[in-house]
């Protein structure tokens, strides 16, 4: 389906996040048995329509690690190979069409194969596709995130990993500390120092005061692991407690890294006045506060969390949607804290940054896909689907609530209000996500499996989409209720 160009209008107003409630009344209690034979019903109905995904698996595996690129696309007995994209939509290779709300773990906001994306990345690749030398998109693409984010000094990497890991780098040039801190639960990429209190069970988490520093697989040396300290989210007096007792023992660290809402955890949104307190508590022990806006730039407002929220932090990550499809990330600072590299003190370096291709996508995307438009569209489809879902929730006494911003949302299956990783982990009906990926597979949405991550929608998307969506999800609670 093509997608029209948006136009210019004058800006609107800042989106604002859709809060909800979990139930207050009475819930049905759905009968865990039923819930295993729907799983084992569906699972088989989808294996009996991917025998192509089936043979390419096969056919992988005898090559490539696990039959997958990443470890994050594995899935049992295997993963659904996909062949194409359009606008909303993508086809797997045994010819299905599905709406897509997994876009790439929210890279494709812009919805596949956008013309204006895809004919500034075709214009750009007969000019040359690389030469590990800086070109004009680069600094307007700089110009054009100085100006939606406030910051004024911009570099570019590949991806959010190293987004992340160069921006840690950077804070312990300018503090002079070795130690980072992060939120408990939250991904900030696959580099060591982050790689640590991710996917662990609550009999692992210990003392939300003290939490244990634990790595997140092997490979990481135990020395990484441990220096870097995690504090519950939501939670700004445990987060200044902390600071102090590592003040006393003279092991404050170079920088708190966070996202401004949680995106690995469903969607958790920051309470009323807690990111406020954030940035004044960092301020106050010289903690740079580094805001991984990797899955919310562009997605959630033009100049992502850090618009919607009215923050300010010192150093703010991008990646995924920022090259609608093309591989590239960002790091955004102040002035002053780009001082070590301007003297030379630290060497950020990198063959493929700034590549010609990602920077051509890039400002494309800022100057004519992701314009003020595209968020009043966002936020009217998002709006109409979290209300929708809440409905039905409503409707069928279900124990969860739905929530989300602009383009991100969830259903968060929990009698109980998350409000940080250790209440997800406590309020955990992983069996019913993992159903409703499955159920909603088997009815043409694709999503990102697993119940640790959101929905993303698209521009493209229309109104019989999310009819679409809300129709399926009707089905899934009548038939879990009945």
């Known amino acids: 389906m093509a997608i029209q160009p948006l136009r210019h209008t004058a800006p609107t107003t800042a989106p604002v996040p859709h809060r909800a409630e979990p139930p207050t009344g009475p819930t049905v209690q759905i009968d865990p048995e039923r819930i295993r034979a729907m799983t084992q019903r569906e699972a088989a109905r989808l294996n009996e ?3 192509a995904s089936a043979a390419a698996f096969t056919r992988a595996e005898r090559a490539l690690v696990g039959g997958v690129p990443s470890s994050y696309q594995r899935r049992a007995p295997y993963p659904i190979y996909l062949e194409r994209g359009a606008g909303q939509y993508v086809w797997d290779v045994d010819g299905h069409q599905y709406l897509d709300v997994h876009n790439g773990v929210g890279s494709m906001v812009q919805g596949h194969a956008h013309p ?3 004919e500034a990345v075709d214009r750009r690749m007969r000019l040359g596709s690389h030469f590990a030398a ?3 998109d680069a600094y307007i693409v700089a110009e054009l995130l100085a100006e939606r984010w406030k910051l004024p000094r911009w570099r570019f990497v590949n991806s959010g990993s190293e987004a992340t890991m160069d921006a840690i780098r950077l804070a312990r040039a300018f503090t002079g500390r070795d130690g980072i801190m992060k939120i408990f639960g939250s991904y900030h990429g696959h580099h060591d120092y982050v790689m640590v209190d991710i996917g662990l069970s609550v009999y692992e988490m210990g003392d939300r005061e003290n939490y244990p520093s634990l790595a997140y697989g092997k490979g990481i040396p135990d020395s990484v692991t441990q220096m870097t300290i995690a504090v519950p989210f939501n939670d700004a007096p445990a987060l200044e407690r902390r600071l102090e007792r590592l003040k006393a023992e003279n092991r404050l660290p170079a920088c708190l890294i966070m996202e401004a809402a949680l995106m690995n955890c469903g969607v958790i949104l920051p309470e009323p006045g807690y990111l406020d307190e954030v940035r004044r508590i ?4 010289g903690v740079l506060w580094i805001v991984d806006e990797v899955k919310t730039g562009l997605t959630v407002a033009a100049g992502g969390a850090t618009e919607l929220f009215g923050i300010r932090p010192d150093l703010v990550c991008l990646a995924k949607a920022l090259g609608a499809g093309i591989p590239t990330g960002a790091i955004g600072g102040t002035d002053e804290v780009w001082g070590p590299v301007l003297n030379g003190d630290v060497y950020m370096v990198g063959t493929f940054n700034g590549n010609p291709l990602a920077m051509a996508a890039a400002r494309a995307n800022l100057e004519r896909v992701m314009i003020p438009e595209a968020y009043t569209r966002l936020g009217a489809i998002n709006t109409r689907l979290l209300d929708g879902a809440q409905g ?6 279900l124990a969860a609530y739905a929530l989300g911003i602009e383009s991100k949302g969830v259903i968060t299956f929990a009698s109980t209000k998350v409000v940080d990783y250790e209440s997800y982990k406590n309020a955990q009906q992983k069996e019913l996500v993992d159903l409703g990926w499955l159920w909603n597979m088997n009815r ?6 697993g119940r640790d991550e959101e929905w993303t929608l698209s521009i493209a998307m229309s109104d019989a989409d999310v009819d679409h969506y809300l129709g399926v999800f009707e089905e899934f609670a009548s038939e879990l209720t009945r």
Do not use: A, L, S, V
Request: proline letters at 12%; aromatic letters at 12%; a positive charge.
């Open 49 to 51: 329509r991917t025998p």
């Open 444 to 449: 043409g949405i694709f999503g990102t499996p």
């Open 134 to 136: 800086p070109t004009e």
């Open 392 to 397: 039905i929730i409503d409707r069928y006494r």
């Open 116 to 118: 204006i994306i895809t």
């Open 282 to 285: 960092t301020k106050k022990y």
